[in-house]
């Protein structure tokens, strides 16, 4: 009879739970060792309680085979499963400074690029695009960044973590719901070590005002309370502009292919199905036929408007909701485009009909459409209201899971259909008195969070952008940035019909904490990581003289660097200028006229027949 040998001291306890399986050579526990050692505690143990139920169930083999696939792994991910951030830290310097001796010994600085860019993507970091703002020199200076490549290792670890945790079966409704407990636990110390940062530090204007960034961080959107109020806010606009021109709401759901589901609904059971695909891939698959819904009914010249929240099943494959408005008579047709889409891949499978899409009129006789949704905003960002959520767990426990879900696969959870831009919204915000005229009527609509009329003053859910009466005012900055090339574009007002509002005329540096006095604070030193400087670096042409015919609401300083074409004083966007300012996403042609996404100048647009089956716009 073989005796089992006594547990070394620094076996981990996942290697302890099934110590005494093995054969007489002892070649199971070697086996288990290797990969034990490299995982986190959390993950380990489930792995270990799962591997033991086999051996005893189904045998050794079953057993190691089953270890063999998460090995299998292991390999593919060049980051150990339990490197510390203290270690990502100390690998994101040394992969920094291999890119620079790349990038240093080739004389040519495509080829010295081109050779840290294979060397990143070895790596699982994607290197930068060269193209718009970013310039070969600011290309690689990034990837010489411990900074950047610090940024990159913690992602593309977490995500090969979870894809580990989702193979492993610990994520679905009876183990770690929508994202795993180590995911969750990692999350939750960033979030700590990046608040204890934001409380040493304090923001200090040029004439002298303070105040603590945290302070500043929970008064804008990045608070989840302002944030699921900012959403209500915006939501209900929508559905009393909807009410106010006889408009009716609809809900829908789409859901991913089954093959796409890592565990079963009901059960959590493994799905015999499921073919790999992580949450992200998931994501980009339900954008992807959105994108041709979108493109169909604009073919077919139907309009709808309204929000589109991505939420996670129980096993984290994301499924979307939308809560869109429209005319009464598109009901149908939108219907039959949303369903053809959502069933064109595996439509034929097994409860594909039924689960796939679904439908929901909005009766406003029994409760309004943000009565409706309000569960679904609020169970994906604080739980506010809520005691349990859709599998009976803690409302703020899910929700906590729910960010840190979004945040790892890199989920955008709510995003606007249709109508207005918002960035123009929180600019009018910012202004103190309104000033006169429709920029005054727009302003006063965002101070009080009318949605609605903010809406029709800016003419409507189906304005394009480039027509919006009200618009936003970007000026150019040459300033270098950290990597050393012109910061760009920034936010400088609002304008509307040859009248402009400043709402960002103040410089603001981030200092630390501690200092009463504004000339014995210390600035924070952010080391430039620019290794590499372009001396023949161009900017884009100087802006116009904008002295000319200014109706201006208050008089605004330009800052330094911005905008060298710029009388000071003054600054607005004047049609009829060709490079300088940015007033929004729309592009303009040699002539001078703006054109919309879909390549027709909007002036000259014209609206094409309604069709009479909008399949014929599916392709």
Known sequence: MNRTPPIPPLTTAAEALVWDLDGPDGADRQFRHEFFRNLPRRLGMPIAQTYR?????????????????????????????????????????????????????????????????????????????????????????RLCDAGWWRRKLRRFAGKKLEQLAITAGLVNRRAGIYTSDESVARRRETKQRNRALLEEL??????????????????????????????????????????????????????????????????????????????????????????KVRAALHRANLTVYGFRIAEPHHDGTPHWHLLLFMSPEDVSSVRMVLRHYALEHDGDEPGADACRFTAVAIDWSRGTATGYVAKYVSKNIDGHGLDEDDYGHDAQDSATRVEAWATLWSI????????????????????????????????????????ARYV?????????????????????????????????????????????????????????????KRDEAEPVQVPSPARFRDSGQTTPE??????????????????????????????????????????????RTSSGDFRTSSGTSSENSEASPRPLCPLEFCQ
Not at 219 to 234: D, K, T
């Open 53 to 141: 139920v086999r051996y005893e169930s189904q045998g050794r083999q079953s057993a190691n085979l089953y270890l063999l696939d998460f090995k299998a792994q292991n390999k593919q991910c060049p980051i150990p499963f339990d490197t510390s951030d203290h270690d990502i830290r100390e690998l994101a310097k040394r992969k920094a400074d291999a890119c620079f001796d790349l990038v240093f010994r080739h004389r040519s600085k495509h080829k010295g690029f081109r050779a840290a860019s294979a060397f990143a993507r070895a790596w699982g970091a994607k290197p930068p695009t060269i193209g718009g703002s970013v310039t070969l020199t600011g290309a690689s200076n």
């Open 202 to 291: 304090k923001a200090v204007s040029d004439d002298g005002e303070e105040h603590p960034l945290t302070e500043l961080i929970d008064r804008s959107v990045s608070n989840p309370r302002v944030r699921r109020s900012e959403l209500m806010a915006r939501i209900a606009g929508f559905e009393r502009y909807a009410q106010e021109n006889g408009h009716v709401g609809e809900f829908y759901t789409l859901t991913c292919p089954s093959r796409m589901h890592a565990r079963l609904s009901q059960s959590g059971n493994e799905n015999p199905r499921f073919d790999g695909t992580t949450p992200g891939e998931a994501q980009r698959y339900l954008t992807t036929q959105w994108a």
């Open 412 to 451: 955008r959870q709510f995003q606007q259909i249709g109508g207005p831009p918002v960035t123009t919204w929180r600019e009018l915000r910012r202004l103190g008195e309104p000033p006169p005229g429709i920029l005054g009527e727009a302003a006063r609509a965002a101070d009080d969070g009318d949605w």
């Open 456 to 516: 029709e003053v800016m003419g409507g859910v189906q304005v394009n952008r480039a027509d919006c009466p009200v618009r936003l005012v970007m000026l150019w900055s040459d300033r270098p940035n950290r990597y050393d090339e012109p910061e760009g574009y920034r936010v400088f007002g609002v304008e509307a019909r040859g009248q402009f509002a400043g709402t960002r005329q103040r410089q603001w540096t981030i200092q630390r904490a501690g200092s009463t």
């Open 542 to 587: 100087p802006l116009p003289n904008l002295a000319e015919d200014l109706v201006p609401f208050r008089e605004c300083t330009v800052p330094p660097g911005y905008g060298t074409g710029i009388s000071p004083g003054f600054a607005r966007y004047r049609p009829s200028s060709g490079f300088g300012i940015s007033t929004g996403s729309s592009t």
